[in-house]
């Protein structure tokens, strides 16, 4: 088992076989936890803060639109409307939604949201705790 030493300013110089086992590069973070009398140190992957895009005015508007109609699914997906292709568009331009789940917010899925969320408010929809209760049910 490697051992460090503690240098003037707190400092640690993480042995090269651990520092290679975890992949670590130099300018990586690590949470210092003290845990019954050892520091146990965890790699920590922080977000990269990047400078916000420039919008234009319309874009401005764009955007203000989507975000009232993200907050609506969220609290009423019932009674609120998908996101437009330009809202979308904005939305994923400032990192509001990731453009892998783009689909997800457009009218035509949020219509079928809504209706699977009726059909279940409704009692149309049959809920299983097991596999096994489900098969049987198939069965009759």
């Known amino acids: 088992m490697p051992v460090v030493k503690i240098g003037p300013k707190h400092q640690v110089t993480i042995p090269k076989e651990v520092f290679d086992q975890l992949h670590l590069k130099p300018g990586d973070f690590l949470e210092a936890i003290a845990q019954q009398g050892?520091?146990?140190?965890?790699?920590?992957?922080?977000?990269?803060?990047?400078?916000?895009?420039?919008?234009?005015?319309?874009?401005?508007?764009?955007?203000?639109?989507?975000?009232?109609?993200?907050?609506?699914?969220?609290?009423?997906?019932?009674?609120?409307?998908?996101?437009?292709?330009?809202?979308?568009?904005?939305?994923?331009?400032?990192g509001l939604i990731g453009p892998d789940q783009a689909w997800w917010w457009t009218e035509e899925w949020q219509k079928g949201e809504r209706e699977a969320k009726r059909d279940i408010k409704e009692g149309k929809v049959k809920e299983f705790s097991n596999v096994e209760d489900l098969i049987k049910d198939l069965h009759s």
């Open 38 to 94: 050892r520091i146990i140190m965890v790699p920590k992957q922080l977000s990269v803060r990047v400078s916000a895009p420039s919008l234009t005015k319309k874009e401005q508007e764009i955007l203000s639109q989507a975000k009232e109609k993200i907050k609506r699914i969220q609290k009423d997906i019932l009674h609120s409307q998908g996101l437009t292709k330009e809202e979308i568009k904005v939305a994923c331009k400032v």
